[in-house]
Structures are given as structure tokens and as C-alpha cells.
């Protein structure tokens, strides 16, 4: 964890450990001596270059050595940007911004597939990425939406794209385009 | 300005060629060995260069570069003693990195930091004088430079690859007398160069020590040529005091016309009383000889100087793998060893680090009752160069 607010936070990895967390992915985090959870989705994955790596870059001539020298050795800054979508107390799922924010330091690990489907129980959890997704609001909406599916057992996926479905149709009764955007995304196989 | 520059550089340019085609024409190593020993005879205070064994005008290509080898750079960093800082110390950061060429094999990057803070360490004459100045914190940290060298090479002795050590500066190293205890310093140099050769006589392979100097304005070959216009009678102290009709000219000019990128000069050995003191106070392995290299391409021609010590130098073989795996390194990183970049990148004490090293010996006063206080002159200077707030007048 670098940085948070009760919005969403940024934590920092190394550049060979991304080959996990991906766009739309479940995270969470919590401070070890309080029962608060907080989970979001990361929303940007962003790899800073430096001057050294762009004369890498110029000179086009890295070797096996040099890339792993620099992805391996090298602290090349990863930075994740999640949003909050809610939290677990006392075993408890909300759905609304965390009462406190991470702190910093804390450890921020992908949630598993039961975390998954436990924290999406409810279609509430779409209410934060739709207000806070700001300009890849239909992408996340419909990463978030295929993940929390893909942690349940095959003959419940039907089942729970529907209901995401019809709870993003009551939400976007407004706004008809972007609804037939992330419904063309979450379409059942 | 802009005129005097044109002009100046003019002139450099007509006796430039004039230098060029006097290299190009001293091929003839027995004229060359005689000014020499003639000059050494009168005692003239020559401090150019004098050939090995190659001839001075032919530019040596490059063989191809050895299939694997190990490559160790080291390169030193420092915070100098502040009288008005909390605490009063001093602190080296060596850094280290070893590039395994030829594989696929993850380099290794490491730090070597020393913390001095003892009356012994900081003060002049054993504890009892007065704060050591920043040059000997040089010293200092140049000697722990080429003892790290030696003994992370050392771990590498059982293999049969070419190893090269790479210092990032020349390998002829003295100090001025403004040192205390230069003597024992340079004592502690000469033993760490002893230690690597000591290890080169124990290694299956070639074990290769080199001074890497860029942007050197040395003139050591232009001293030569111009020893070589001066009839014998002329040949005194003070004609050689100056580089007569080749003044202004460096050798790194002379070579950027004179080698094609990759190229490098004819291995010389640099005429000098330092120099002088290396093969006669440990050896004749020791004296440090040179070449020139164009490490840069043919749109840009970037010369360094590479000095080596003798026992690489009477080897052939030794000054191919030097001469190729440096360029290898240049070329992967804008014109500059890449080691040399990593290892410096290693050994550099950023400010934030200074800061967070500063917080660190607070917290450790205070758990020792001390009242870590700066001095009211470093507290205003920090405020003041903490950034002033601008208030404008809105613009309309």
C-alpha cells in the first residue's frame, strides 16, 4: 500500500509480480490488528519508465542479461490503482466506502475465488464501480462482473450473470448505450 | 564569444590535421624508442606516451568477443563530515555489480556501505587533530573501491572464463600531499592491485583489472607527437613544458578522427613519476599502460581511455577480450558500460537516502539519552532551501 483514501488506494509491487493482478481484478486488504476488510478492483496498472530504461530503450541492444538485470534486480515501479467497492466486517459484506481507509505498508493480496463469490453474494457491489469508474466505468464493469462469474461453480454462472444483468438494467435505465455496452460484454456463452 | 569559439576551434582544427598526419606517419617504433630514452636521458620532464609494443599509427580492430566471461564493476559514492549536522560521521557506499557475459544468467548488484563515526576515523593525526577534509574521504573510498574489486573477484576464482574487474576511473591512482597518511593509503592500493594479480596468477583464464576514463582531456599522445617534431638539441624541460604547436589539442580529439567506431589505439604506457613509482615499488606487472577505443558509433564518436596494468597488457589476448567486452558493454546502453551505469546506480546515496540515514542515528541517539540538535546554521540553511511560496497578484 502507498497511497489510500476511503475512495480506493495505490499499492506498489515489483515489475516480475504482475503477472497476476489484472484489470477488473478482486483485491483486498487489511490492517493486521483491526477485523476490517476492504476490497476493491484494480482499475490501472501503471509501469513508470526511468532514464535508464529509455536508453535501453534507444540503443536497442539488451540482452537476456539486462532484461532480467532490470526487471529482476532493477526496483522498476509497479503502481496498481484500486477502487473500493466495499468491505467486510465482523464476517459482515457492505456494499459503501470503507468507514477508514488502508493504511500504509499494509499488504494488498488478490482475493481468492470463495472471497469472490462470498463478497458478490449481493449485485449491490456494482453500485461503487458504476460511480466511481470514471472513464473505463463499461470495461470494469464488465471485468468485475465475468470474474465474480468465473469464481463460481459452472452451473450457477448462468444464474449470476442474469441477476448482474438485471440489476445494471434498474441502474442504467438512464443511460441505454452504455447498458447495451456492458451487457454485450457479460452475455452468457 | 561565439567568434573566439570559431576562431579557437579553427585553429585547432588546421593543427589538428597537422597532429593527425604526424601519427599517421610515425610508424617507425626505433625513431620513436630513441626520443624516448633520449628524453628519459636529459631527465626532461616528459609526460606523454611512449609505445608498447604496436605501432602508434594503426588503429586495431575488434576480435570477436569471448563467448562467456565475468564482468565486476565496482564504483564508490559518499557523505562527507558536516560539523553542523547532529551527529558527526562520515559514511562510503561501494556499489557492486557482476555481469555474467554470454548467458542468460541474472546479474548480481550489491551495496557495501561503511559508517564512520570514531575521533579515529573523522579527525586528523589518530583522533587529535582537526576534521579530515573531503579529499581524504575520497581516498579513502577510491583504496576501498579496488579492495572490494579484489575480493569480489576473488570469489570467482574457480572458474575458466575471462574475468575483468572494471574501475570506474584511471587505474594510476596517487594522492596529493594535502593527505594525511597518503603513504599508508597508497600502500593499501598498491596491495589490492598486488591481490588481483596475485589472483590472475591463480586463475585458469585471463583476470583482468582496467580504469575505465571518459571525457579525460589528456594529452598524452599529442605530448608524444609533438616530442617527435623537436630536433635532438631542442629536446629540454622547457620545450616539453607545453604541447608546442599541438597546444590545445587531447587526445580524445586526435582519436575521434583517427579510430573508426570500434577501433582502438596501439597499447602505450603513460611516461610519468607515479607511473615511474608503480613498476619500481611493486613491480614491472604494475606500470599501467592505455589505449584509446571509439566506443561510439559512425554518426558519433565517443573516445574513452582503457588503462590497464602491464601483466594485461604484454597479453594479447587479454586486450582482445578487454577491447571487445567493453564495447559489448557500450553498446548496450548509450555509449557507457553498462556495468559502470548499474554499479554507480548502486553505490549513489540519494538525498532521501542521506535524510532517512540522518533519522536512523537520531532515533539511536535518542535511545542513548543524546539530544540529537543541528547547528541554527544548518536549520536555516535547510528552511531556506525548502522552496519559497510565491504570492502574485492574480493575472487579469
Redesign the interface.
Known sequence: MLRASTEGFTCGTRSQEIEYPAFGSFVQTAHPNNDLIVLGLITAIRIDDDPLVRQLIMANNFNGNTLRDQRENRLVPVEIEVLNIGYVQSDVPYYNLPPRPPLSLDPVTLCNPAEIEYFTQSPNFLRLILHGGGNSTVDLLGAAIRKASDARAPELQREFLVAAGRQLAGMLSHDLTMLQQVLSMIRPN | MGRAVAHKNQSISERGQIALDKLHNSGYLGEIERMIHLVRDKDAGFRGAAPHIEAINKAYGCSPAPEHAVMVAVDGSQVYPDFHAAALYYMTNIGIFV???G?????L?ESDPYLYYTDADLRERNGHGSLIKNTVVNARRDVQEIQVLARVCRDYQDLDVPLIGVMDGPLLWWLSGDVPNAGRLIGEYYTALENFYGLHNQYANNASLIGYVERGDSRFVIRLLHLLTLADEDVTRQELDNAGPFEGLTDDWLFARFLEPGERSAVMIQQSPQNRDYKQKIGDPFEIAFFYLNAGSFTNDHVVRIEIPMWVAQNPEAIDQVHSLMLDQC????RYP?ML??AH?LAVITGLEKRQLDDMINTELFKNQQLPEKSPKLVTKEQTRAGRKQYRQPTP
Open positions: 555481469y555474467y557475459h548467458g542468460d544468467e541474472l546479474p548488484g553498446s548496450i546502453a548509450a553498462y551505469t548499474r546506480e
